[in-house]
């Protein structure tokens, strides 16, 4: 059956990848992603799922179940591109497709179609009789600017479900094991008075001057924070371009993370204290205001194991010279020193053999499969797979799109995503996630074992690190 699984998606790898190509060409920012959206849906409509539009009254999100009954399994994807990435395909040199344009730097185009090819998979199969249950493709919009899939998860998006998957581009093939960080996003709006800055600068405010001690009080923050944690900081208005004259508005967005969303919480209350003593010391106001957040992610070992064993069991692109020859292009345009794997959940055998599979860190495809270390390390960035971790039992994993230690939100993704070296990559991710999804629902004992271990890790319950009343819109900020 598996070998069907792998020959089906073969059988349709032409549609697969005009849909990555569409949601490529289209590079819809966070919460704008509607031509994106559209694509998905007309395709799935004509596969036979039923659609369910604007979830959790998030105009670009949606769910397409086909099926019926348990166990329900959850396909994530997401959609969403990055401002001013735009890039030509298939060329080893930085030049804008439209100057100030944006591009998908993260793969996110590759992410859904990939997914598209499981859950389309997973239906046939359905269909076929040769298995029971619901697949559910949920389109998650806005990871990279509203973290679209805490807005579902909070009105109770995939409590139902009895495992969720899915997967990332990357430079690697390998589950994805540990947590990420939870993160708060806040934007802090200053307001004061105008003046002349020489004439009568006594009767001035200045916003600029309460942001900038804001920025000052959280430097000296930092080392009272604990090691897992982290706050980052961009300037959106700084008042006006005029020097003689008192600013009376500015604004600057924080990102706080943490190991949990209580401990981010926590943190940030420190961070809201030194924005409203900045307007103490300044004579000014602020309005703080929430952007998105994030949940740190569950592990679910029993799910990840299931995941590496197909990662290992579905054939793995056989890339062409061509092929090599534009990732080595795209290798020798950035400063490559690290070897992947080198994280602390890695032992030094594990790193040892990942040297020698690499050539020490100089092989421009890392065309092998990772081995699975299961550890609690974790990663200091955020995703809001996170959230639905908390929901039900999750795992997710990479594979390489791109060349190895691709720097991330870059020009070179862009350069990519649209390539014959991407699709072969993304193909073989949704072949996994088929392959996965078709173990889930085949044998009962898998996801009773993972909602065991899920029942223990997230006993603590889910804390929704976003506002009751807080509502995602493409200009939060």
């Not at 009789?129 to 807005?151: D, M, N, Q, R, W």
């Not at 009568?200 to 405010?205: E, F, K, S, V």
């Not at 992610?297 to 299931?306: A, G, Q, R």
């Amino acid at each position: 059956m598996k070998q069907s699984i792998y020959d089906y998606i073969q059988s349709r790898a032409d549609d697969f990848i005009a849909v990555s190509d569409r949601i490529w060409e289209f590079a819809e920012l966070s919460l704008n992603e509607y031509k994106s959206v559209a694509c998905y849906l007309d395709f799935l409509r004509k596969e036979g799922f039923t659609i369910r539009e604007q979830v959790a009254n998030v105009p670009t999100a949606f769910a397409a179940s086909y099926g019926s009954g348990s166990p329900r399994i959850g396909i994530l994807a997401e959609y969403d591109a990055l401002s001013s990435l735009s890039q030509r395909a298939g060329v080893a040199e930085k030049d804008p497709l439209v100057p100030g344009g944006h591009g998908h730097g993260c793969g996110h185009n590759l992410l859904g179609a990939g997914s598209l090819a499981a859950a389309v998979t997973i239906k046939k199969l359905i269909e076929l009789g040769h298995l029971k249950g619901t697949v559910v493709f949920y389109g998650c919009p806005g990871e990279e600017g509203c973290a679209g899939k805490s807005f579902m998860a909070r009105d109770g998006e995939f409590r139902d479900l009895d495992a969720a998957i899915t997967w990332h581009p990357g430079d690697t093939n390998e589950v994805t094991t540990g947590s990420n960080a939870a993160c708060l996003q806040y934007l802090y709006s200053f307001q004061g008075q105008t003046a002349h800055a020489a004439g009568d600068p006594h009767l001035g405010r200045s916003a600029l001057d309460a942001a900038e001690l804001m920025n000052v009080g959280v430097q000296f923050l930092r080392e009272h924070m604990r090691k897992c944690e982290s706050v980052h900081y961009s300037f959106l208005d700084v008042g006006g371009p005029s020097p003689n004259v008192v600013q009376p508005t500015a604004s600057v967005l924080y990102m706080v993370r943490s190991d949990n969303v209580r401990n981010a919480k926590s943190l940030l209350e420190r961070v809201h204290n030194i924005a409203r003593g900045a307007c103490l010391m300044t004579g000014t106001e602020v309005s703080i205001r929430q952007v998105d957040g994030t949940a740190s992610t569950l592990s679910n070992t029993v799910l990840e194991k299931v995941i590496h064993k197909n990662l290992e069991a579905a054939p793995l692109p056989v890339y062409t010279d061509d092929e090599l020859a534009f990732a080595e292009a795209i290798h020798n345009t950035y400063d490559c020193r690290d070897l992947p794997g080198t994280a602390p959940r890695f032992d030094w055998k594990v790193k040892q053999q990942v040297k020698e599979w690499t050539n020490n860190g100089q092989k421009a495809v890392n065309d092998f499969v990772m081995p699975y270390v299961p550890s609690d390390y974790m990663s200091a960035g955020s995703t809001d797979v996170g959230d639905v971790s908390w929901l039900t039992p999750t795992a997710q994993f990479n594979a390489a799109t791109w060349p190895s230690n691709c720097p991330g939100h870059s020009w070179q993704m862009v350069s990519t995503g649209k390539t014959v070296f991407a699709h072969e990559a993304m193909l073989y991710a949704g072949c996994v996630l088929a392959m996965t999804a078709y173990d889930l629902m085949t044998d009962p004992a898998i996801l009773t074992e993972a909602r065991a271990e899920f029942s223990v890790t997230a006993a603590g319950g889910y804390d929704c690190p976003l506002e009751p009343d807080l509502v995602a819109e493409p200009a939060a900020i």
